[in-house]
């Protein structure tokens, strides 16, 4: 569902999307018709609302997201703000409304922020599941096994509780000289850990591997929460007091911070390239 409302600074401005008409006897197509005329309403409704309580002007699109449930663009120049919203808030209450209306011009408000993120938090059953694929796991690597520092670490460091899968990381595709890595990532979504192919080297040393194994598997103890953007907070002060206490994080960090160690994994490449 995507529905668009009011100013779209964009080359190429999308229609609203409208079902083909159903014949005039069918009472489903006219209950779909209705229902969609109450959505495009309240959207509108919601617009103004909005342009009503900020300084400036309001461009509106009500979406379906799944983890992006607030955005923003602005136009200076035209005095314009284009915003994305996921449905729930069509039924936002007056205060939610107000506090979003000032959020969106104050992203950095604490209050009014945590007035919208406590909206999305009740309203999190609204949100569609992502549709789920099937992930293969790669463990097994030519000089570390994944699968054995996991199941280490989670009896040592996490009593067992940590339930995500791993998985070495596809080699990403790129045609030029890479100038950055990231060693590992967590997806909540999917509750899988992926940790960078260019880290099963014989040059890395073990301590560096499994520091990145606890990093990631600490994201998945601890959780991530999310500003009222949708936005991930991936290190809170809970997730740095506990990954400055793991036992080898100085020299971990260390060997991170070695720029000779940095540019050899960066001239990594896979086998047959």
Same mark, same amino acid.
């Given at each position: #569902? %995507? ?15 409208? @079902?083909? @008409?159903?014949?005039?006897?069918? *009472? &489903? ?13 309240? *959207? ?7 342009? =009503? ?22 136009? /200076? ?23 979003? *209306? +000032?959020?969106? !011009? ?5 209050? *009014? ?10 309203? %999190?059953?609204?949100?569609? /599941? ?21 199941? !280490?670490?989670?009896? &040592? #460091? ?19 000289? =890479?100038?950055?890595? =990231?060693?590992?990532? +967590?997806?909540?979504? %999917? ?12 040059? $890395?040393?073990?301590?560096? $591997?499994? +520091?990145? $194994?606890?990093?990631? #598997? ?7 929460? =999310? ?6 907070? $991936?290190?809170? @002060? ?5 990954? %400055? ?29």
């Amino acid at each position: #569902m %995507q529905l668009e409302f009011g100013f779209t600074p964009t080359p190429k401005t999308k229609d609203i999307e409208k @079902p083909m @008409p159903p014949p005039a006897h069918s *009472a &489903q197509g006219a209950s779909t018709l209705t229902a969609r005329s109450a959505l495009e309403q309240a *959207a509108e409704n919601l617009r103004r609302e909005l342009n =009503r309580q900020t300084e400036c002007t309001i461009g509106l699109t009500i979406t379906d997201n799944t983890s992006r449930i607030i955005s923003s663009k602005r136009y /200076p120049s035209h005095n314009l703000l284009h915003v994305r919203l996921h449905h729930m808030f069509l039924d936002a209450p007056p205060d939610v409304v107000t506090a979003l *209306a +000032y959020w969106l !011009e104050h992203p950095r408000s604490n209050k *009014a922020g945590a007035v919208v993120d406590q909206f999305i938090s009740a309203n %999190q059953h609204r949100i569609a /599941p992502r549709k789920r694929r099937t992930i293969y796991l790669y463990q097994k690597g030519d000089f570390f096994d994944l699968a054995e520092l996991f199941n !280490e670490l989670n009896h &040592q #460091m996490f009593q067992g509780t940590v339930t995500a899968k791993i998985t070495w990381g596809m080699f990403p595709s790129s045609s030029g000289r =890479r100038r950055s890595i =990231r060693f590992g990532s +967590y997806v909540e979504e %999917q509750d899988l850990i992926r940790v960078h192919p260019a880290l099963d080297q014989d040059f $890395v040393p073990r301590y560096f $591997v499994r +520091y990145i $194994v606890f990093h990631e #598997m600490l994201h998945a103890y601890v959780g991530v929460s =999310r500003s009222p953007s949708g936005r991930r907070r $991936v290190h809170p @002060p809970e997730f740095k007091l506990l990954e %400055q206490a793991y036992p080898d994080y100085e020299r971990a960090v260390a060997w991170q911070n070695d720029p000779t160690n940095i540019n050899r994994l960066l001239r990594f490449r896979p086998h047959g390239e």
